[in-house]
T-cell receptor, first 116, second 112 residues
Framework: AQKVTQAQTEISVVEKEDVTLDCVYETRDTTYYLFWYKQPPSGELVFLIRRNSFDEQNEISGRYSWNFQKSTSSFNFTITASQVVDSAVYFCALLTLYNQGGKLIFGQGTELSVKP | SQTIHQWPATLVQPVGSPLSLECTVEGTSNPNLYWYRQAAGRGLQLLFYSVGIGQISSEVPQNLSASRPQDRQFILSSKKLLLSDSGFYLC???????????FGPGTRLTVL
């Protein structure tokens, strides 16, 4: 079965702290794609990053970094020196392909609150 | 660049009334289109997807239906709304099925 688990429902940090959001996935596919999206209070889902199953290189983009480990089926997201603007719900998602379509399987999301 | 629009932004409808939500994409041709629903409690669920005009695949058979009358237009409909149809409806597009899906601003529907 395809499944994404974000065990942390809510995280609260103080500005400038580092924070890691955990994501564990399950899939039987040999080729798959993982994503992180940010959902600010306005509601729109904002794409952050995509990772293909055959590319385990970690990635850094400014204060954001992602650690992809196939051995543990994890795709964790770290925010360094968090800021109030980082407050949002963050979703990890797995893209599964079938019936000519692509279906995103989302985790339940982690609500991050960054306090000044 | 590509942009995706949804309207209306918010909607309050009585139980039993019809529904029509619209999604349009600009700046690309023959996109794959998707409707997701986010119920209270955050879970996002795929409702319908379309790989071309007139081609609709349903994920969750229920009170809703979808149509794609034009290449870049995707419509979500219902003949009679239920209380359980309340939620946040998001439209998304991608170039190909394995590509990143980009989401619209969403429609918040409340059924009373």
């Amino acid at each position: 079965a395809q499944k994404v688990t974000q065990a942390q429902t809510e995280i609260s940090v103080v500005e400038k702290e580092d924070v890691t959001l955990d994501c564990v996935y399950e899939t039987r596919d040999t080729t798959y794609y993982l994503f992180w999206y940010k959902q600010p209070p306005s509601g729109e889902l904002v794409f952050l990053i995509r990772r293909n199953s055959f590319d385990e290189q970690n990635e850094i983009s400014g204060r954001y970094s992602w650690n992809f480990q196939k051995s543990t089926s994890s795709f964790n997201f770290t925010i360094t020196a968090s800021q109030v603007v980082d407050s949002a719900v963050y979703f990890c998602a797995l893209l599964t392909l079938y019936n000519q379509g692509g279906k995103l399987i989302f985790g339940q999301g982690t609500e991050l609150s960054v306090k000044p | 660049s590509q942009t995706i629009h949804q309207w209306p932004a918010t909607l309050v409808q009585p139980v039993g009334s019809p529904l029509s939500l619209e999604c349009t994409v600009e700046g690309t041709s023959n996109p794959n289109l998707y409707w997701y629903r986010q119920a209270a409690g955050r879970g996002l669920q795929l409702l319908f997807y379309s790989v071309g005009i007139g081609q609709i695949s349903s994920e969750v058979p229920q009170n809703l239906s979808a149509s794609r009358p034009q290449d870049r237009q995707f419509i979500l409909s219902s003949k009679k709304l239920l209380l359980s149809d309340s939620g946040f409806y998001l439209c998304a597009w991608s170039v190909r099925v394995a590509d990143t899906q980009y989401f619209g601003p969403g429609t918040r529907l409340t059924v009373l």
